[in-house]
């Protein structure tokens, strides 16, 4: 098998892509069709993004306005693609799951600790879970939106998306391995839309983990994934996505974290690849006594392009939230960071924060930051900053003086500057991979 279509697939400007992708995809699940046939609708009706709108500010828009030329990824795969793929997707020694995604195409059986089935939990594809488990799904399926600009980008998301991951850990039940996930982009000009739908029952406890690798250097592709994360009341999710696209993509990820009582979850970015890429994350509280922490670890070099929009909502009172997001930018790199904490007026002693760091290694980098409140309530705590600065001289002189070369002392104290992020992973090999990786932008 070859790695082109049968049939040639049609781009994203052609006005017949949505009835190709509906009648390619097949999922013959009623309330699934409709809520992509909405989405297509909405999609067409919905602007592009402008710069003169707040939540586009400082953002290049002009690979966005160009994604005709990438057609949706589907259909099989070379058995050596697969084979290279699957062997690339094994980077922890115990998992609790497994699946690995080519292209949104399942490349290897899902994997799952069979005393973990027993215990209710679900780990499966998105379509198998949509067959399977449709009311389950159907409760939790685009039922939150970042609501940060990317509207349009949502809705094509939604209409197109092939596949993606359902993790549900029923009540009471607590996991200590990671679920794991591997996004692989394979296709040159293909664009994908994995989706990831991670929900944690009353006091259960669980790891997700999600890779995203694209199979070449040299491709080129457009990414627009979603991933929202339900935590109901006392438990404790924590999910991480790699981002690690290779250099030629422009990704789109559009996530929700929604937590309701007593809970504690947390979310971790890691940032390394793709040309341009745009996260958008939107932390919402219900319910009151919940800890809800959201960091990002970012490291953009040469050209590339991060764009970082957050916001965190306090609906309920007594909770906590804490944004720290660092970038450590090289080259004639740039990022944006835009970030707003909400308190609303029942939300009283609300504990909020929100920072945004900045390391800038070279003299052409651009870092913008944002941050804001919006405070409705009167007896709250909430405090936001940002930094921008270069590293320290006399501490470089001090690494310079020993006969550390500049890019290894560089390394060295980006390590040190990164480690507050690192250490929150709660995994070793996790951590040991973000480092590897980290270590590999200033090999380029």
């Given at each position: 098998m070859s790695d082109t279509l049968a049939i040639e697939n049609p781009s994203l400007e052609d006005p017949k892509i949505f009835q190709f992708h509906q009648e390619q995809a097949g999922l013959e699940v009623d309330w699934f069709k409709q809520a992509q046939q909405a989405a297509w609708a909405r999609y067409l009706e919905l602007p592009l993004p402008v710069r003169t709108n707040e939540k586009w500010r400082f953002a290049n828009l002009s690979r966005l306005r160009d994604t005709g030329r990438f057609q949706p990824a589907g259909g099989e795969l070379s058995q050596v693609t697969v084979d290279r793929i699957v062997k690339a997707s094994h980077r922890f020694k115990e998992v609790a799951g497994r699946i690995i995604l080519a292209d949104e195409t399942l490349a290897a059986p899902v994997e799952l600790d069979p005393e973990l089935g027993k215990k209710g939990i679900i780990f499966t594809t998105l379509t198998d879970a949509i067959v399977k488990y449709p009311e389950l799904v159907q409760k939790y399926f685009m039922q939150q939106s970042p609501e940060l600009g990317s509207e349009k980008f949502e809705a094509l998301h939604v209409a197109m998306l092939r596949n993606g991951v359902f993790l549900h850990v029923p009540d009471n039940v607590e996991v200590d391995r990671p679920f794991v996930i591997y996004n692989w982009t394979v296709r040159d000009k293909g664009a994908i839309f994995p989706h990831t739908l991670f929900v944690a029952g009353k006091h259960a406890k669980a790891t997700l983990i999600e890779f995203q690798e694209s199979a070449s250097p040299g491709t080129e592709h457009l990414v627009v994934a979603n991933a929202h994360l339900f935590a109901d009341d006392g438990a404790q999710p924590n999910h991480t996505i790699v981002q690690n696209w290779n250099q030629n993509?422009?990704?789109?990820?559009?996530?929700?974290?929604?937590?309701?009582?007593?809970?504690?979850?947390?979310?971790?970015?890691?940032?390394?690849?793709?040309?341009?890429?745009?996260?958008?994350?939107?932390?919402?509280?219900?319910?009151?006594?919940?800890?809800?922490?959201?960091?990002?670890?970012?490291?953009?070099?040469?050209?590339?392009?991060?764009?970082?929009?957050?916001?965190?909502?306090?609906?309920?009172?007594?909770?906590?939230?804490?944004?720290?997001?660092?970038?450590?930018?090289?080259?004639?790199?740039?990022?944006?960071?835009?970030?707003?904490?909400?308190?609303?007026?029942?939300?009283?002693?609300t504990d909020a924060y929100q920072t945004n760091n900045n390391l800038m290694l070279s003299e052409e980098a651009e870092a913008n930051s944002l941050p804001g409140l919006e405070i409705k309530a009167n007896d709250v705590k909430c405090s936001h900053g940002a930094t921008t600065g270069r590293i320290n001289d006399s501490e470089l002189f001090y690494f310079l003086a020993r006969g550390i070369p500049r890019n290894k002392a560089q390394e060295l104290m980006v390590f040190g500057y990164f480690e507050e992020i690192v250490e929150k992973l709660d995994n070793q090999e996790l951590a040991d991979y973000v480092r590897e990786v980290v270590q590999h932008k200033f090999m380029d």
């Open positions: 993509t422009l990704s789109l990820q559009l996530n929700t974290n929604n937590a309701w009582s007593d809970t504690n979850a947390k979310s971790t970015l890691i940032n390394v690849g793709s040309a341009q890429a745009r996260q958008e994350v939107h932390g919402k509280i219900f319910g009151s006594g919940s800890n809800v922490e959201m960091y990002a670890l970012n490291v953009p070099t040469e050209n590339q392009e991060f764009d970082q929009r957050t916001l965190q909502t306090h609906i309920a009172p007594n909770s906590r939230s804490d944004l720290l997001f660092k970038n450590a930018l090289i080259g004639k790199s740039r990022t944006i960071f835009s970030g707003l904490i909400i308190v609303e007026e029942d939300a009283q002693q």
